[in-house]
């Protein structure tokens, strides 16, 4: 039986609690219904499993063992790690982590099966543990050559430069595949916003490596989308928004304004932290 928050999608959870942080959910997420009765969910940040009575939330954090995601660790460089979790194998902690990302993603249904996806959760490490910032799902195979199924950086943790991150991690393991990707449609607005600013990045950051003007101007649309994974129609949808695309004796060709250079340089020098490719360990799902 559903109940009537699913059928209406209300907003069911006034506010949550995980780690040391409060926030509020944006969107409807099916939870059992009488946490909506509750003027504080409680969040375990390590097993994401929620209580909507403290007491019981106490005595959780009492027992609970875990200090990071459960699954294998296939990154780690300075405060930063990767682990890879499986919808078949990590099954609890699979469905508690779609449950809490549904309190911030509105599109999106929330898929009860969650055998077909891989899950990156990105951490933070201290000397407590491995503190979630964020993740991806991945579907084990996808015939659209989607890369990423849905991703989420923790309300309390955006604007910081971290969904570029999972977004560059993304790219990075389909380099490794050797595939191009594209994440799955439709974007949510501010999937769309970072999308558009990781693609404008990765593309002008690989044609400013080609040194001399003369390969700029001649590097394809296929070259750029075998260096950096991104897909063909990607890369022209955002040569275009750049402007970079200029019609020439009955051709396009690319061109890389001063203004785009420049505008490049300005955003790169804000990064905070970038995905060193070097200490990914991975295989592909097979
Ligand atoms: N307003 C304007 N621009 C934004 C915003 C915003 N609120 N958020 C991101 N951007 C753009 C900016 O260009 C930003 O770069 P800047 O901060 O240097 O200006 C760039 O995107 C990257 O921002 P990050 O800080 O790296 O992104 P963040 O960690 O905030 O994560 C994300 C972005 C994952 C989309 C986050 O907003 C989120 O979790 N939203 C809720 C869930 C969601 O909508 N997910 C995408 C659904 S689509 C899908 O899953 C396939
Ligand atoms: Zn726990």
Redesign the pocket.
């Known amino acids: 039986t559903q109940n009537i928050h699913e059928i209406s999608r209300v907003k069911n959870l006034s506010r949550v609690q995980i780690g040391q942080y409060e926030v509020e959910p944006w969107y409807f997420s099916p939870y059992p219904p009488e946490f909506s009765d509750s003027s504080l969910v409680y969040i375990c940040e390590f097993c994401l499993c929620a209580y909507h009575k403290e007491i019981c939330f106490r005595r959780h954090r009492s027992k609970c063992k875990l200090r990071h995601p459960p699954g294998k660790e296939i990154y780690r460089n300075k405060d930063i790690s990767f682990f890879e979790l499986d919808g078949r194998i990590q099954k609890p902690y699979c469905r508690w982590l779609g449950l809490l990302s549904k309190l911030?993603?509105d599109h999106?249904t929330l898929y009860y099966d969650m055998d077909p996806f891989l899950f990156y959760v990105m951490t933070q490490n201290d000397e407590y543990g491995c503190h979630i910032l964020?993740y991806f799902s991945k579907e084990k195979e996808s015939l659209e050559n989607y890369n990423?199924?849905?991703?989420?950086?923790l309300p309390q943790?955006?604007?910081?430069?971290?969904?570029?991150l999972?977004i560059q991690f993304s790219y990075e393991l389909s380099k490794i595949e050797k595939k191009n990707g594209s994440?799955?449609k439709p974007?949510?607005d501010?999937?769309l916003?970072?999308y558009r600013?990781y693609w404008s990045e990765a593309i002008v950051d690989y044609l400013l490596s080609l040194k001399r003007m003369d390969d700029r101007s001649a590097a394809s649309v296929e070259q750029i989308a075998a260096a950096t994974a991104i897909t063909p129609l990607d890369i022209v949808h955002t040569l275009n928004t750049l402007g970079a695309l200029k019609y020439y004796r009955n051709e396009f060709v690319l061109h890389l304004s001063d203004a785009i250079i420049e505008g490049f340089i300005r955003?790169s020098k804000?990064h905070r932290h970038v995905i060193d490719p070097s200490c990914i360990q991975w295989t592909p799902y097979s």
């Open positions: 911030f993603l999106k964020g990423l199924a849905c991703i989420l950086t943790h955006q604007r910081k430069g971290y969904g570029r999972l994440p799955e974007l949510s501010l999937g916003l970072s600013a955003t804000k």
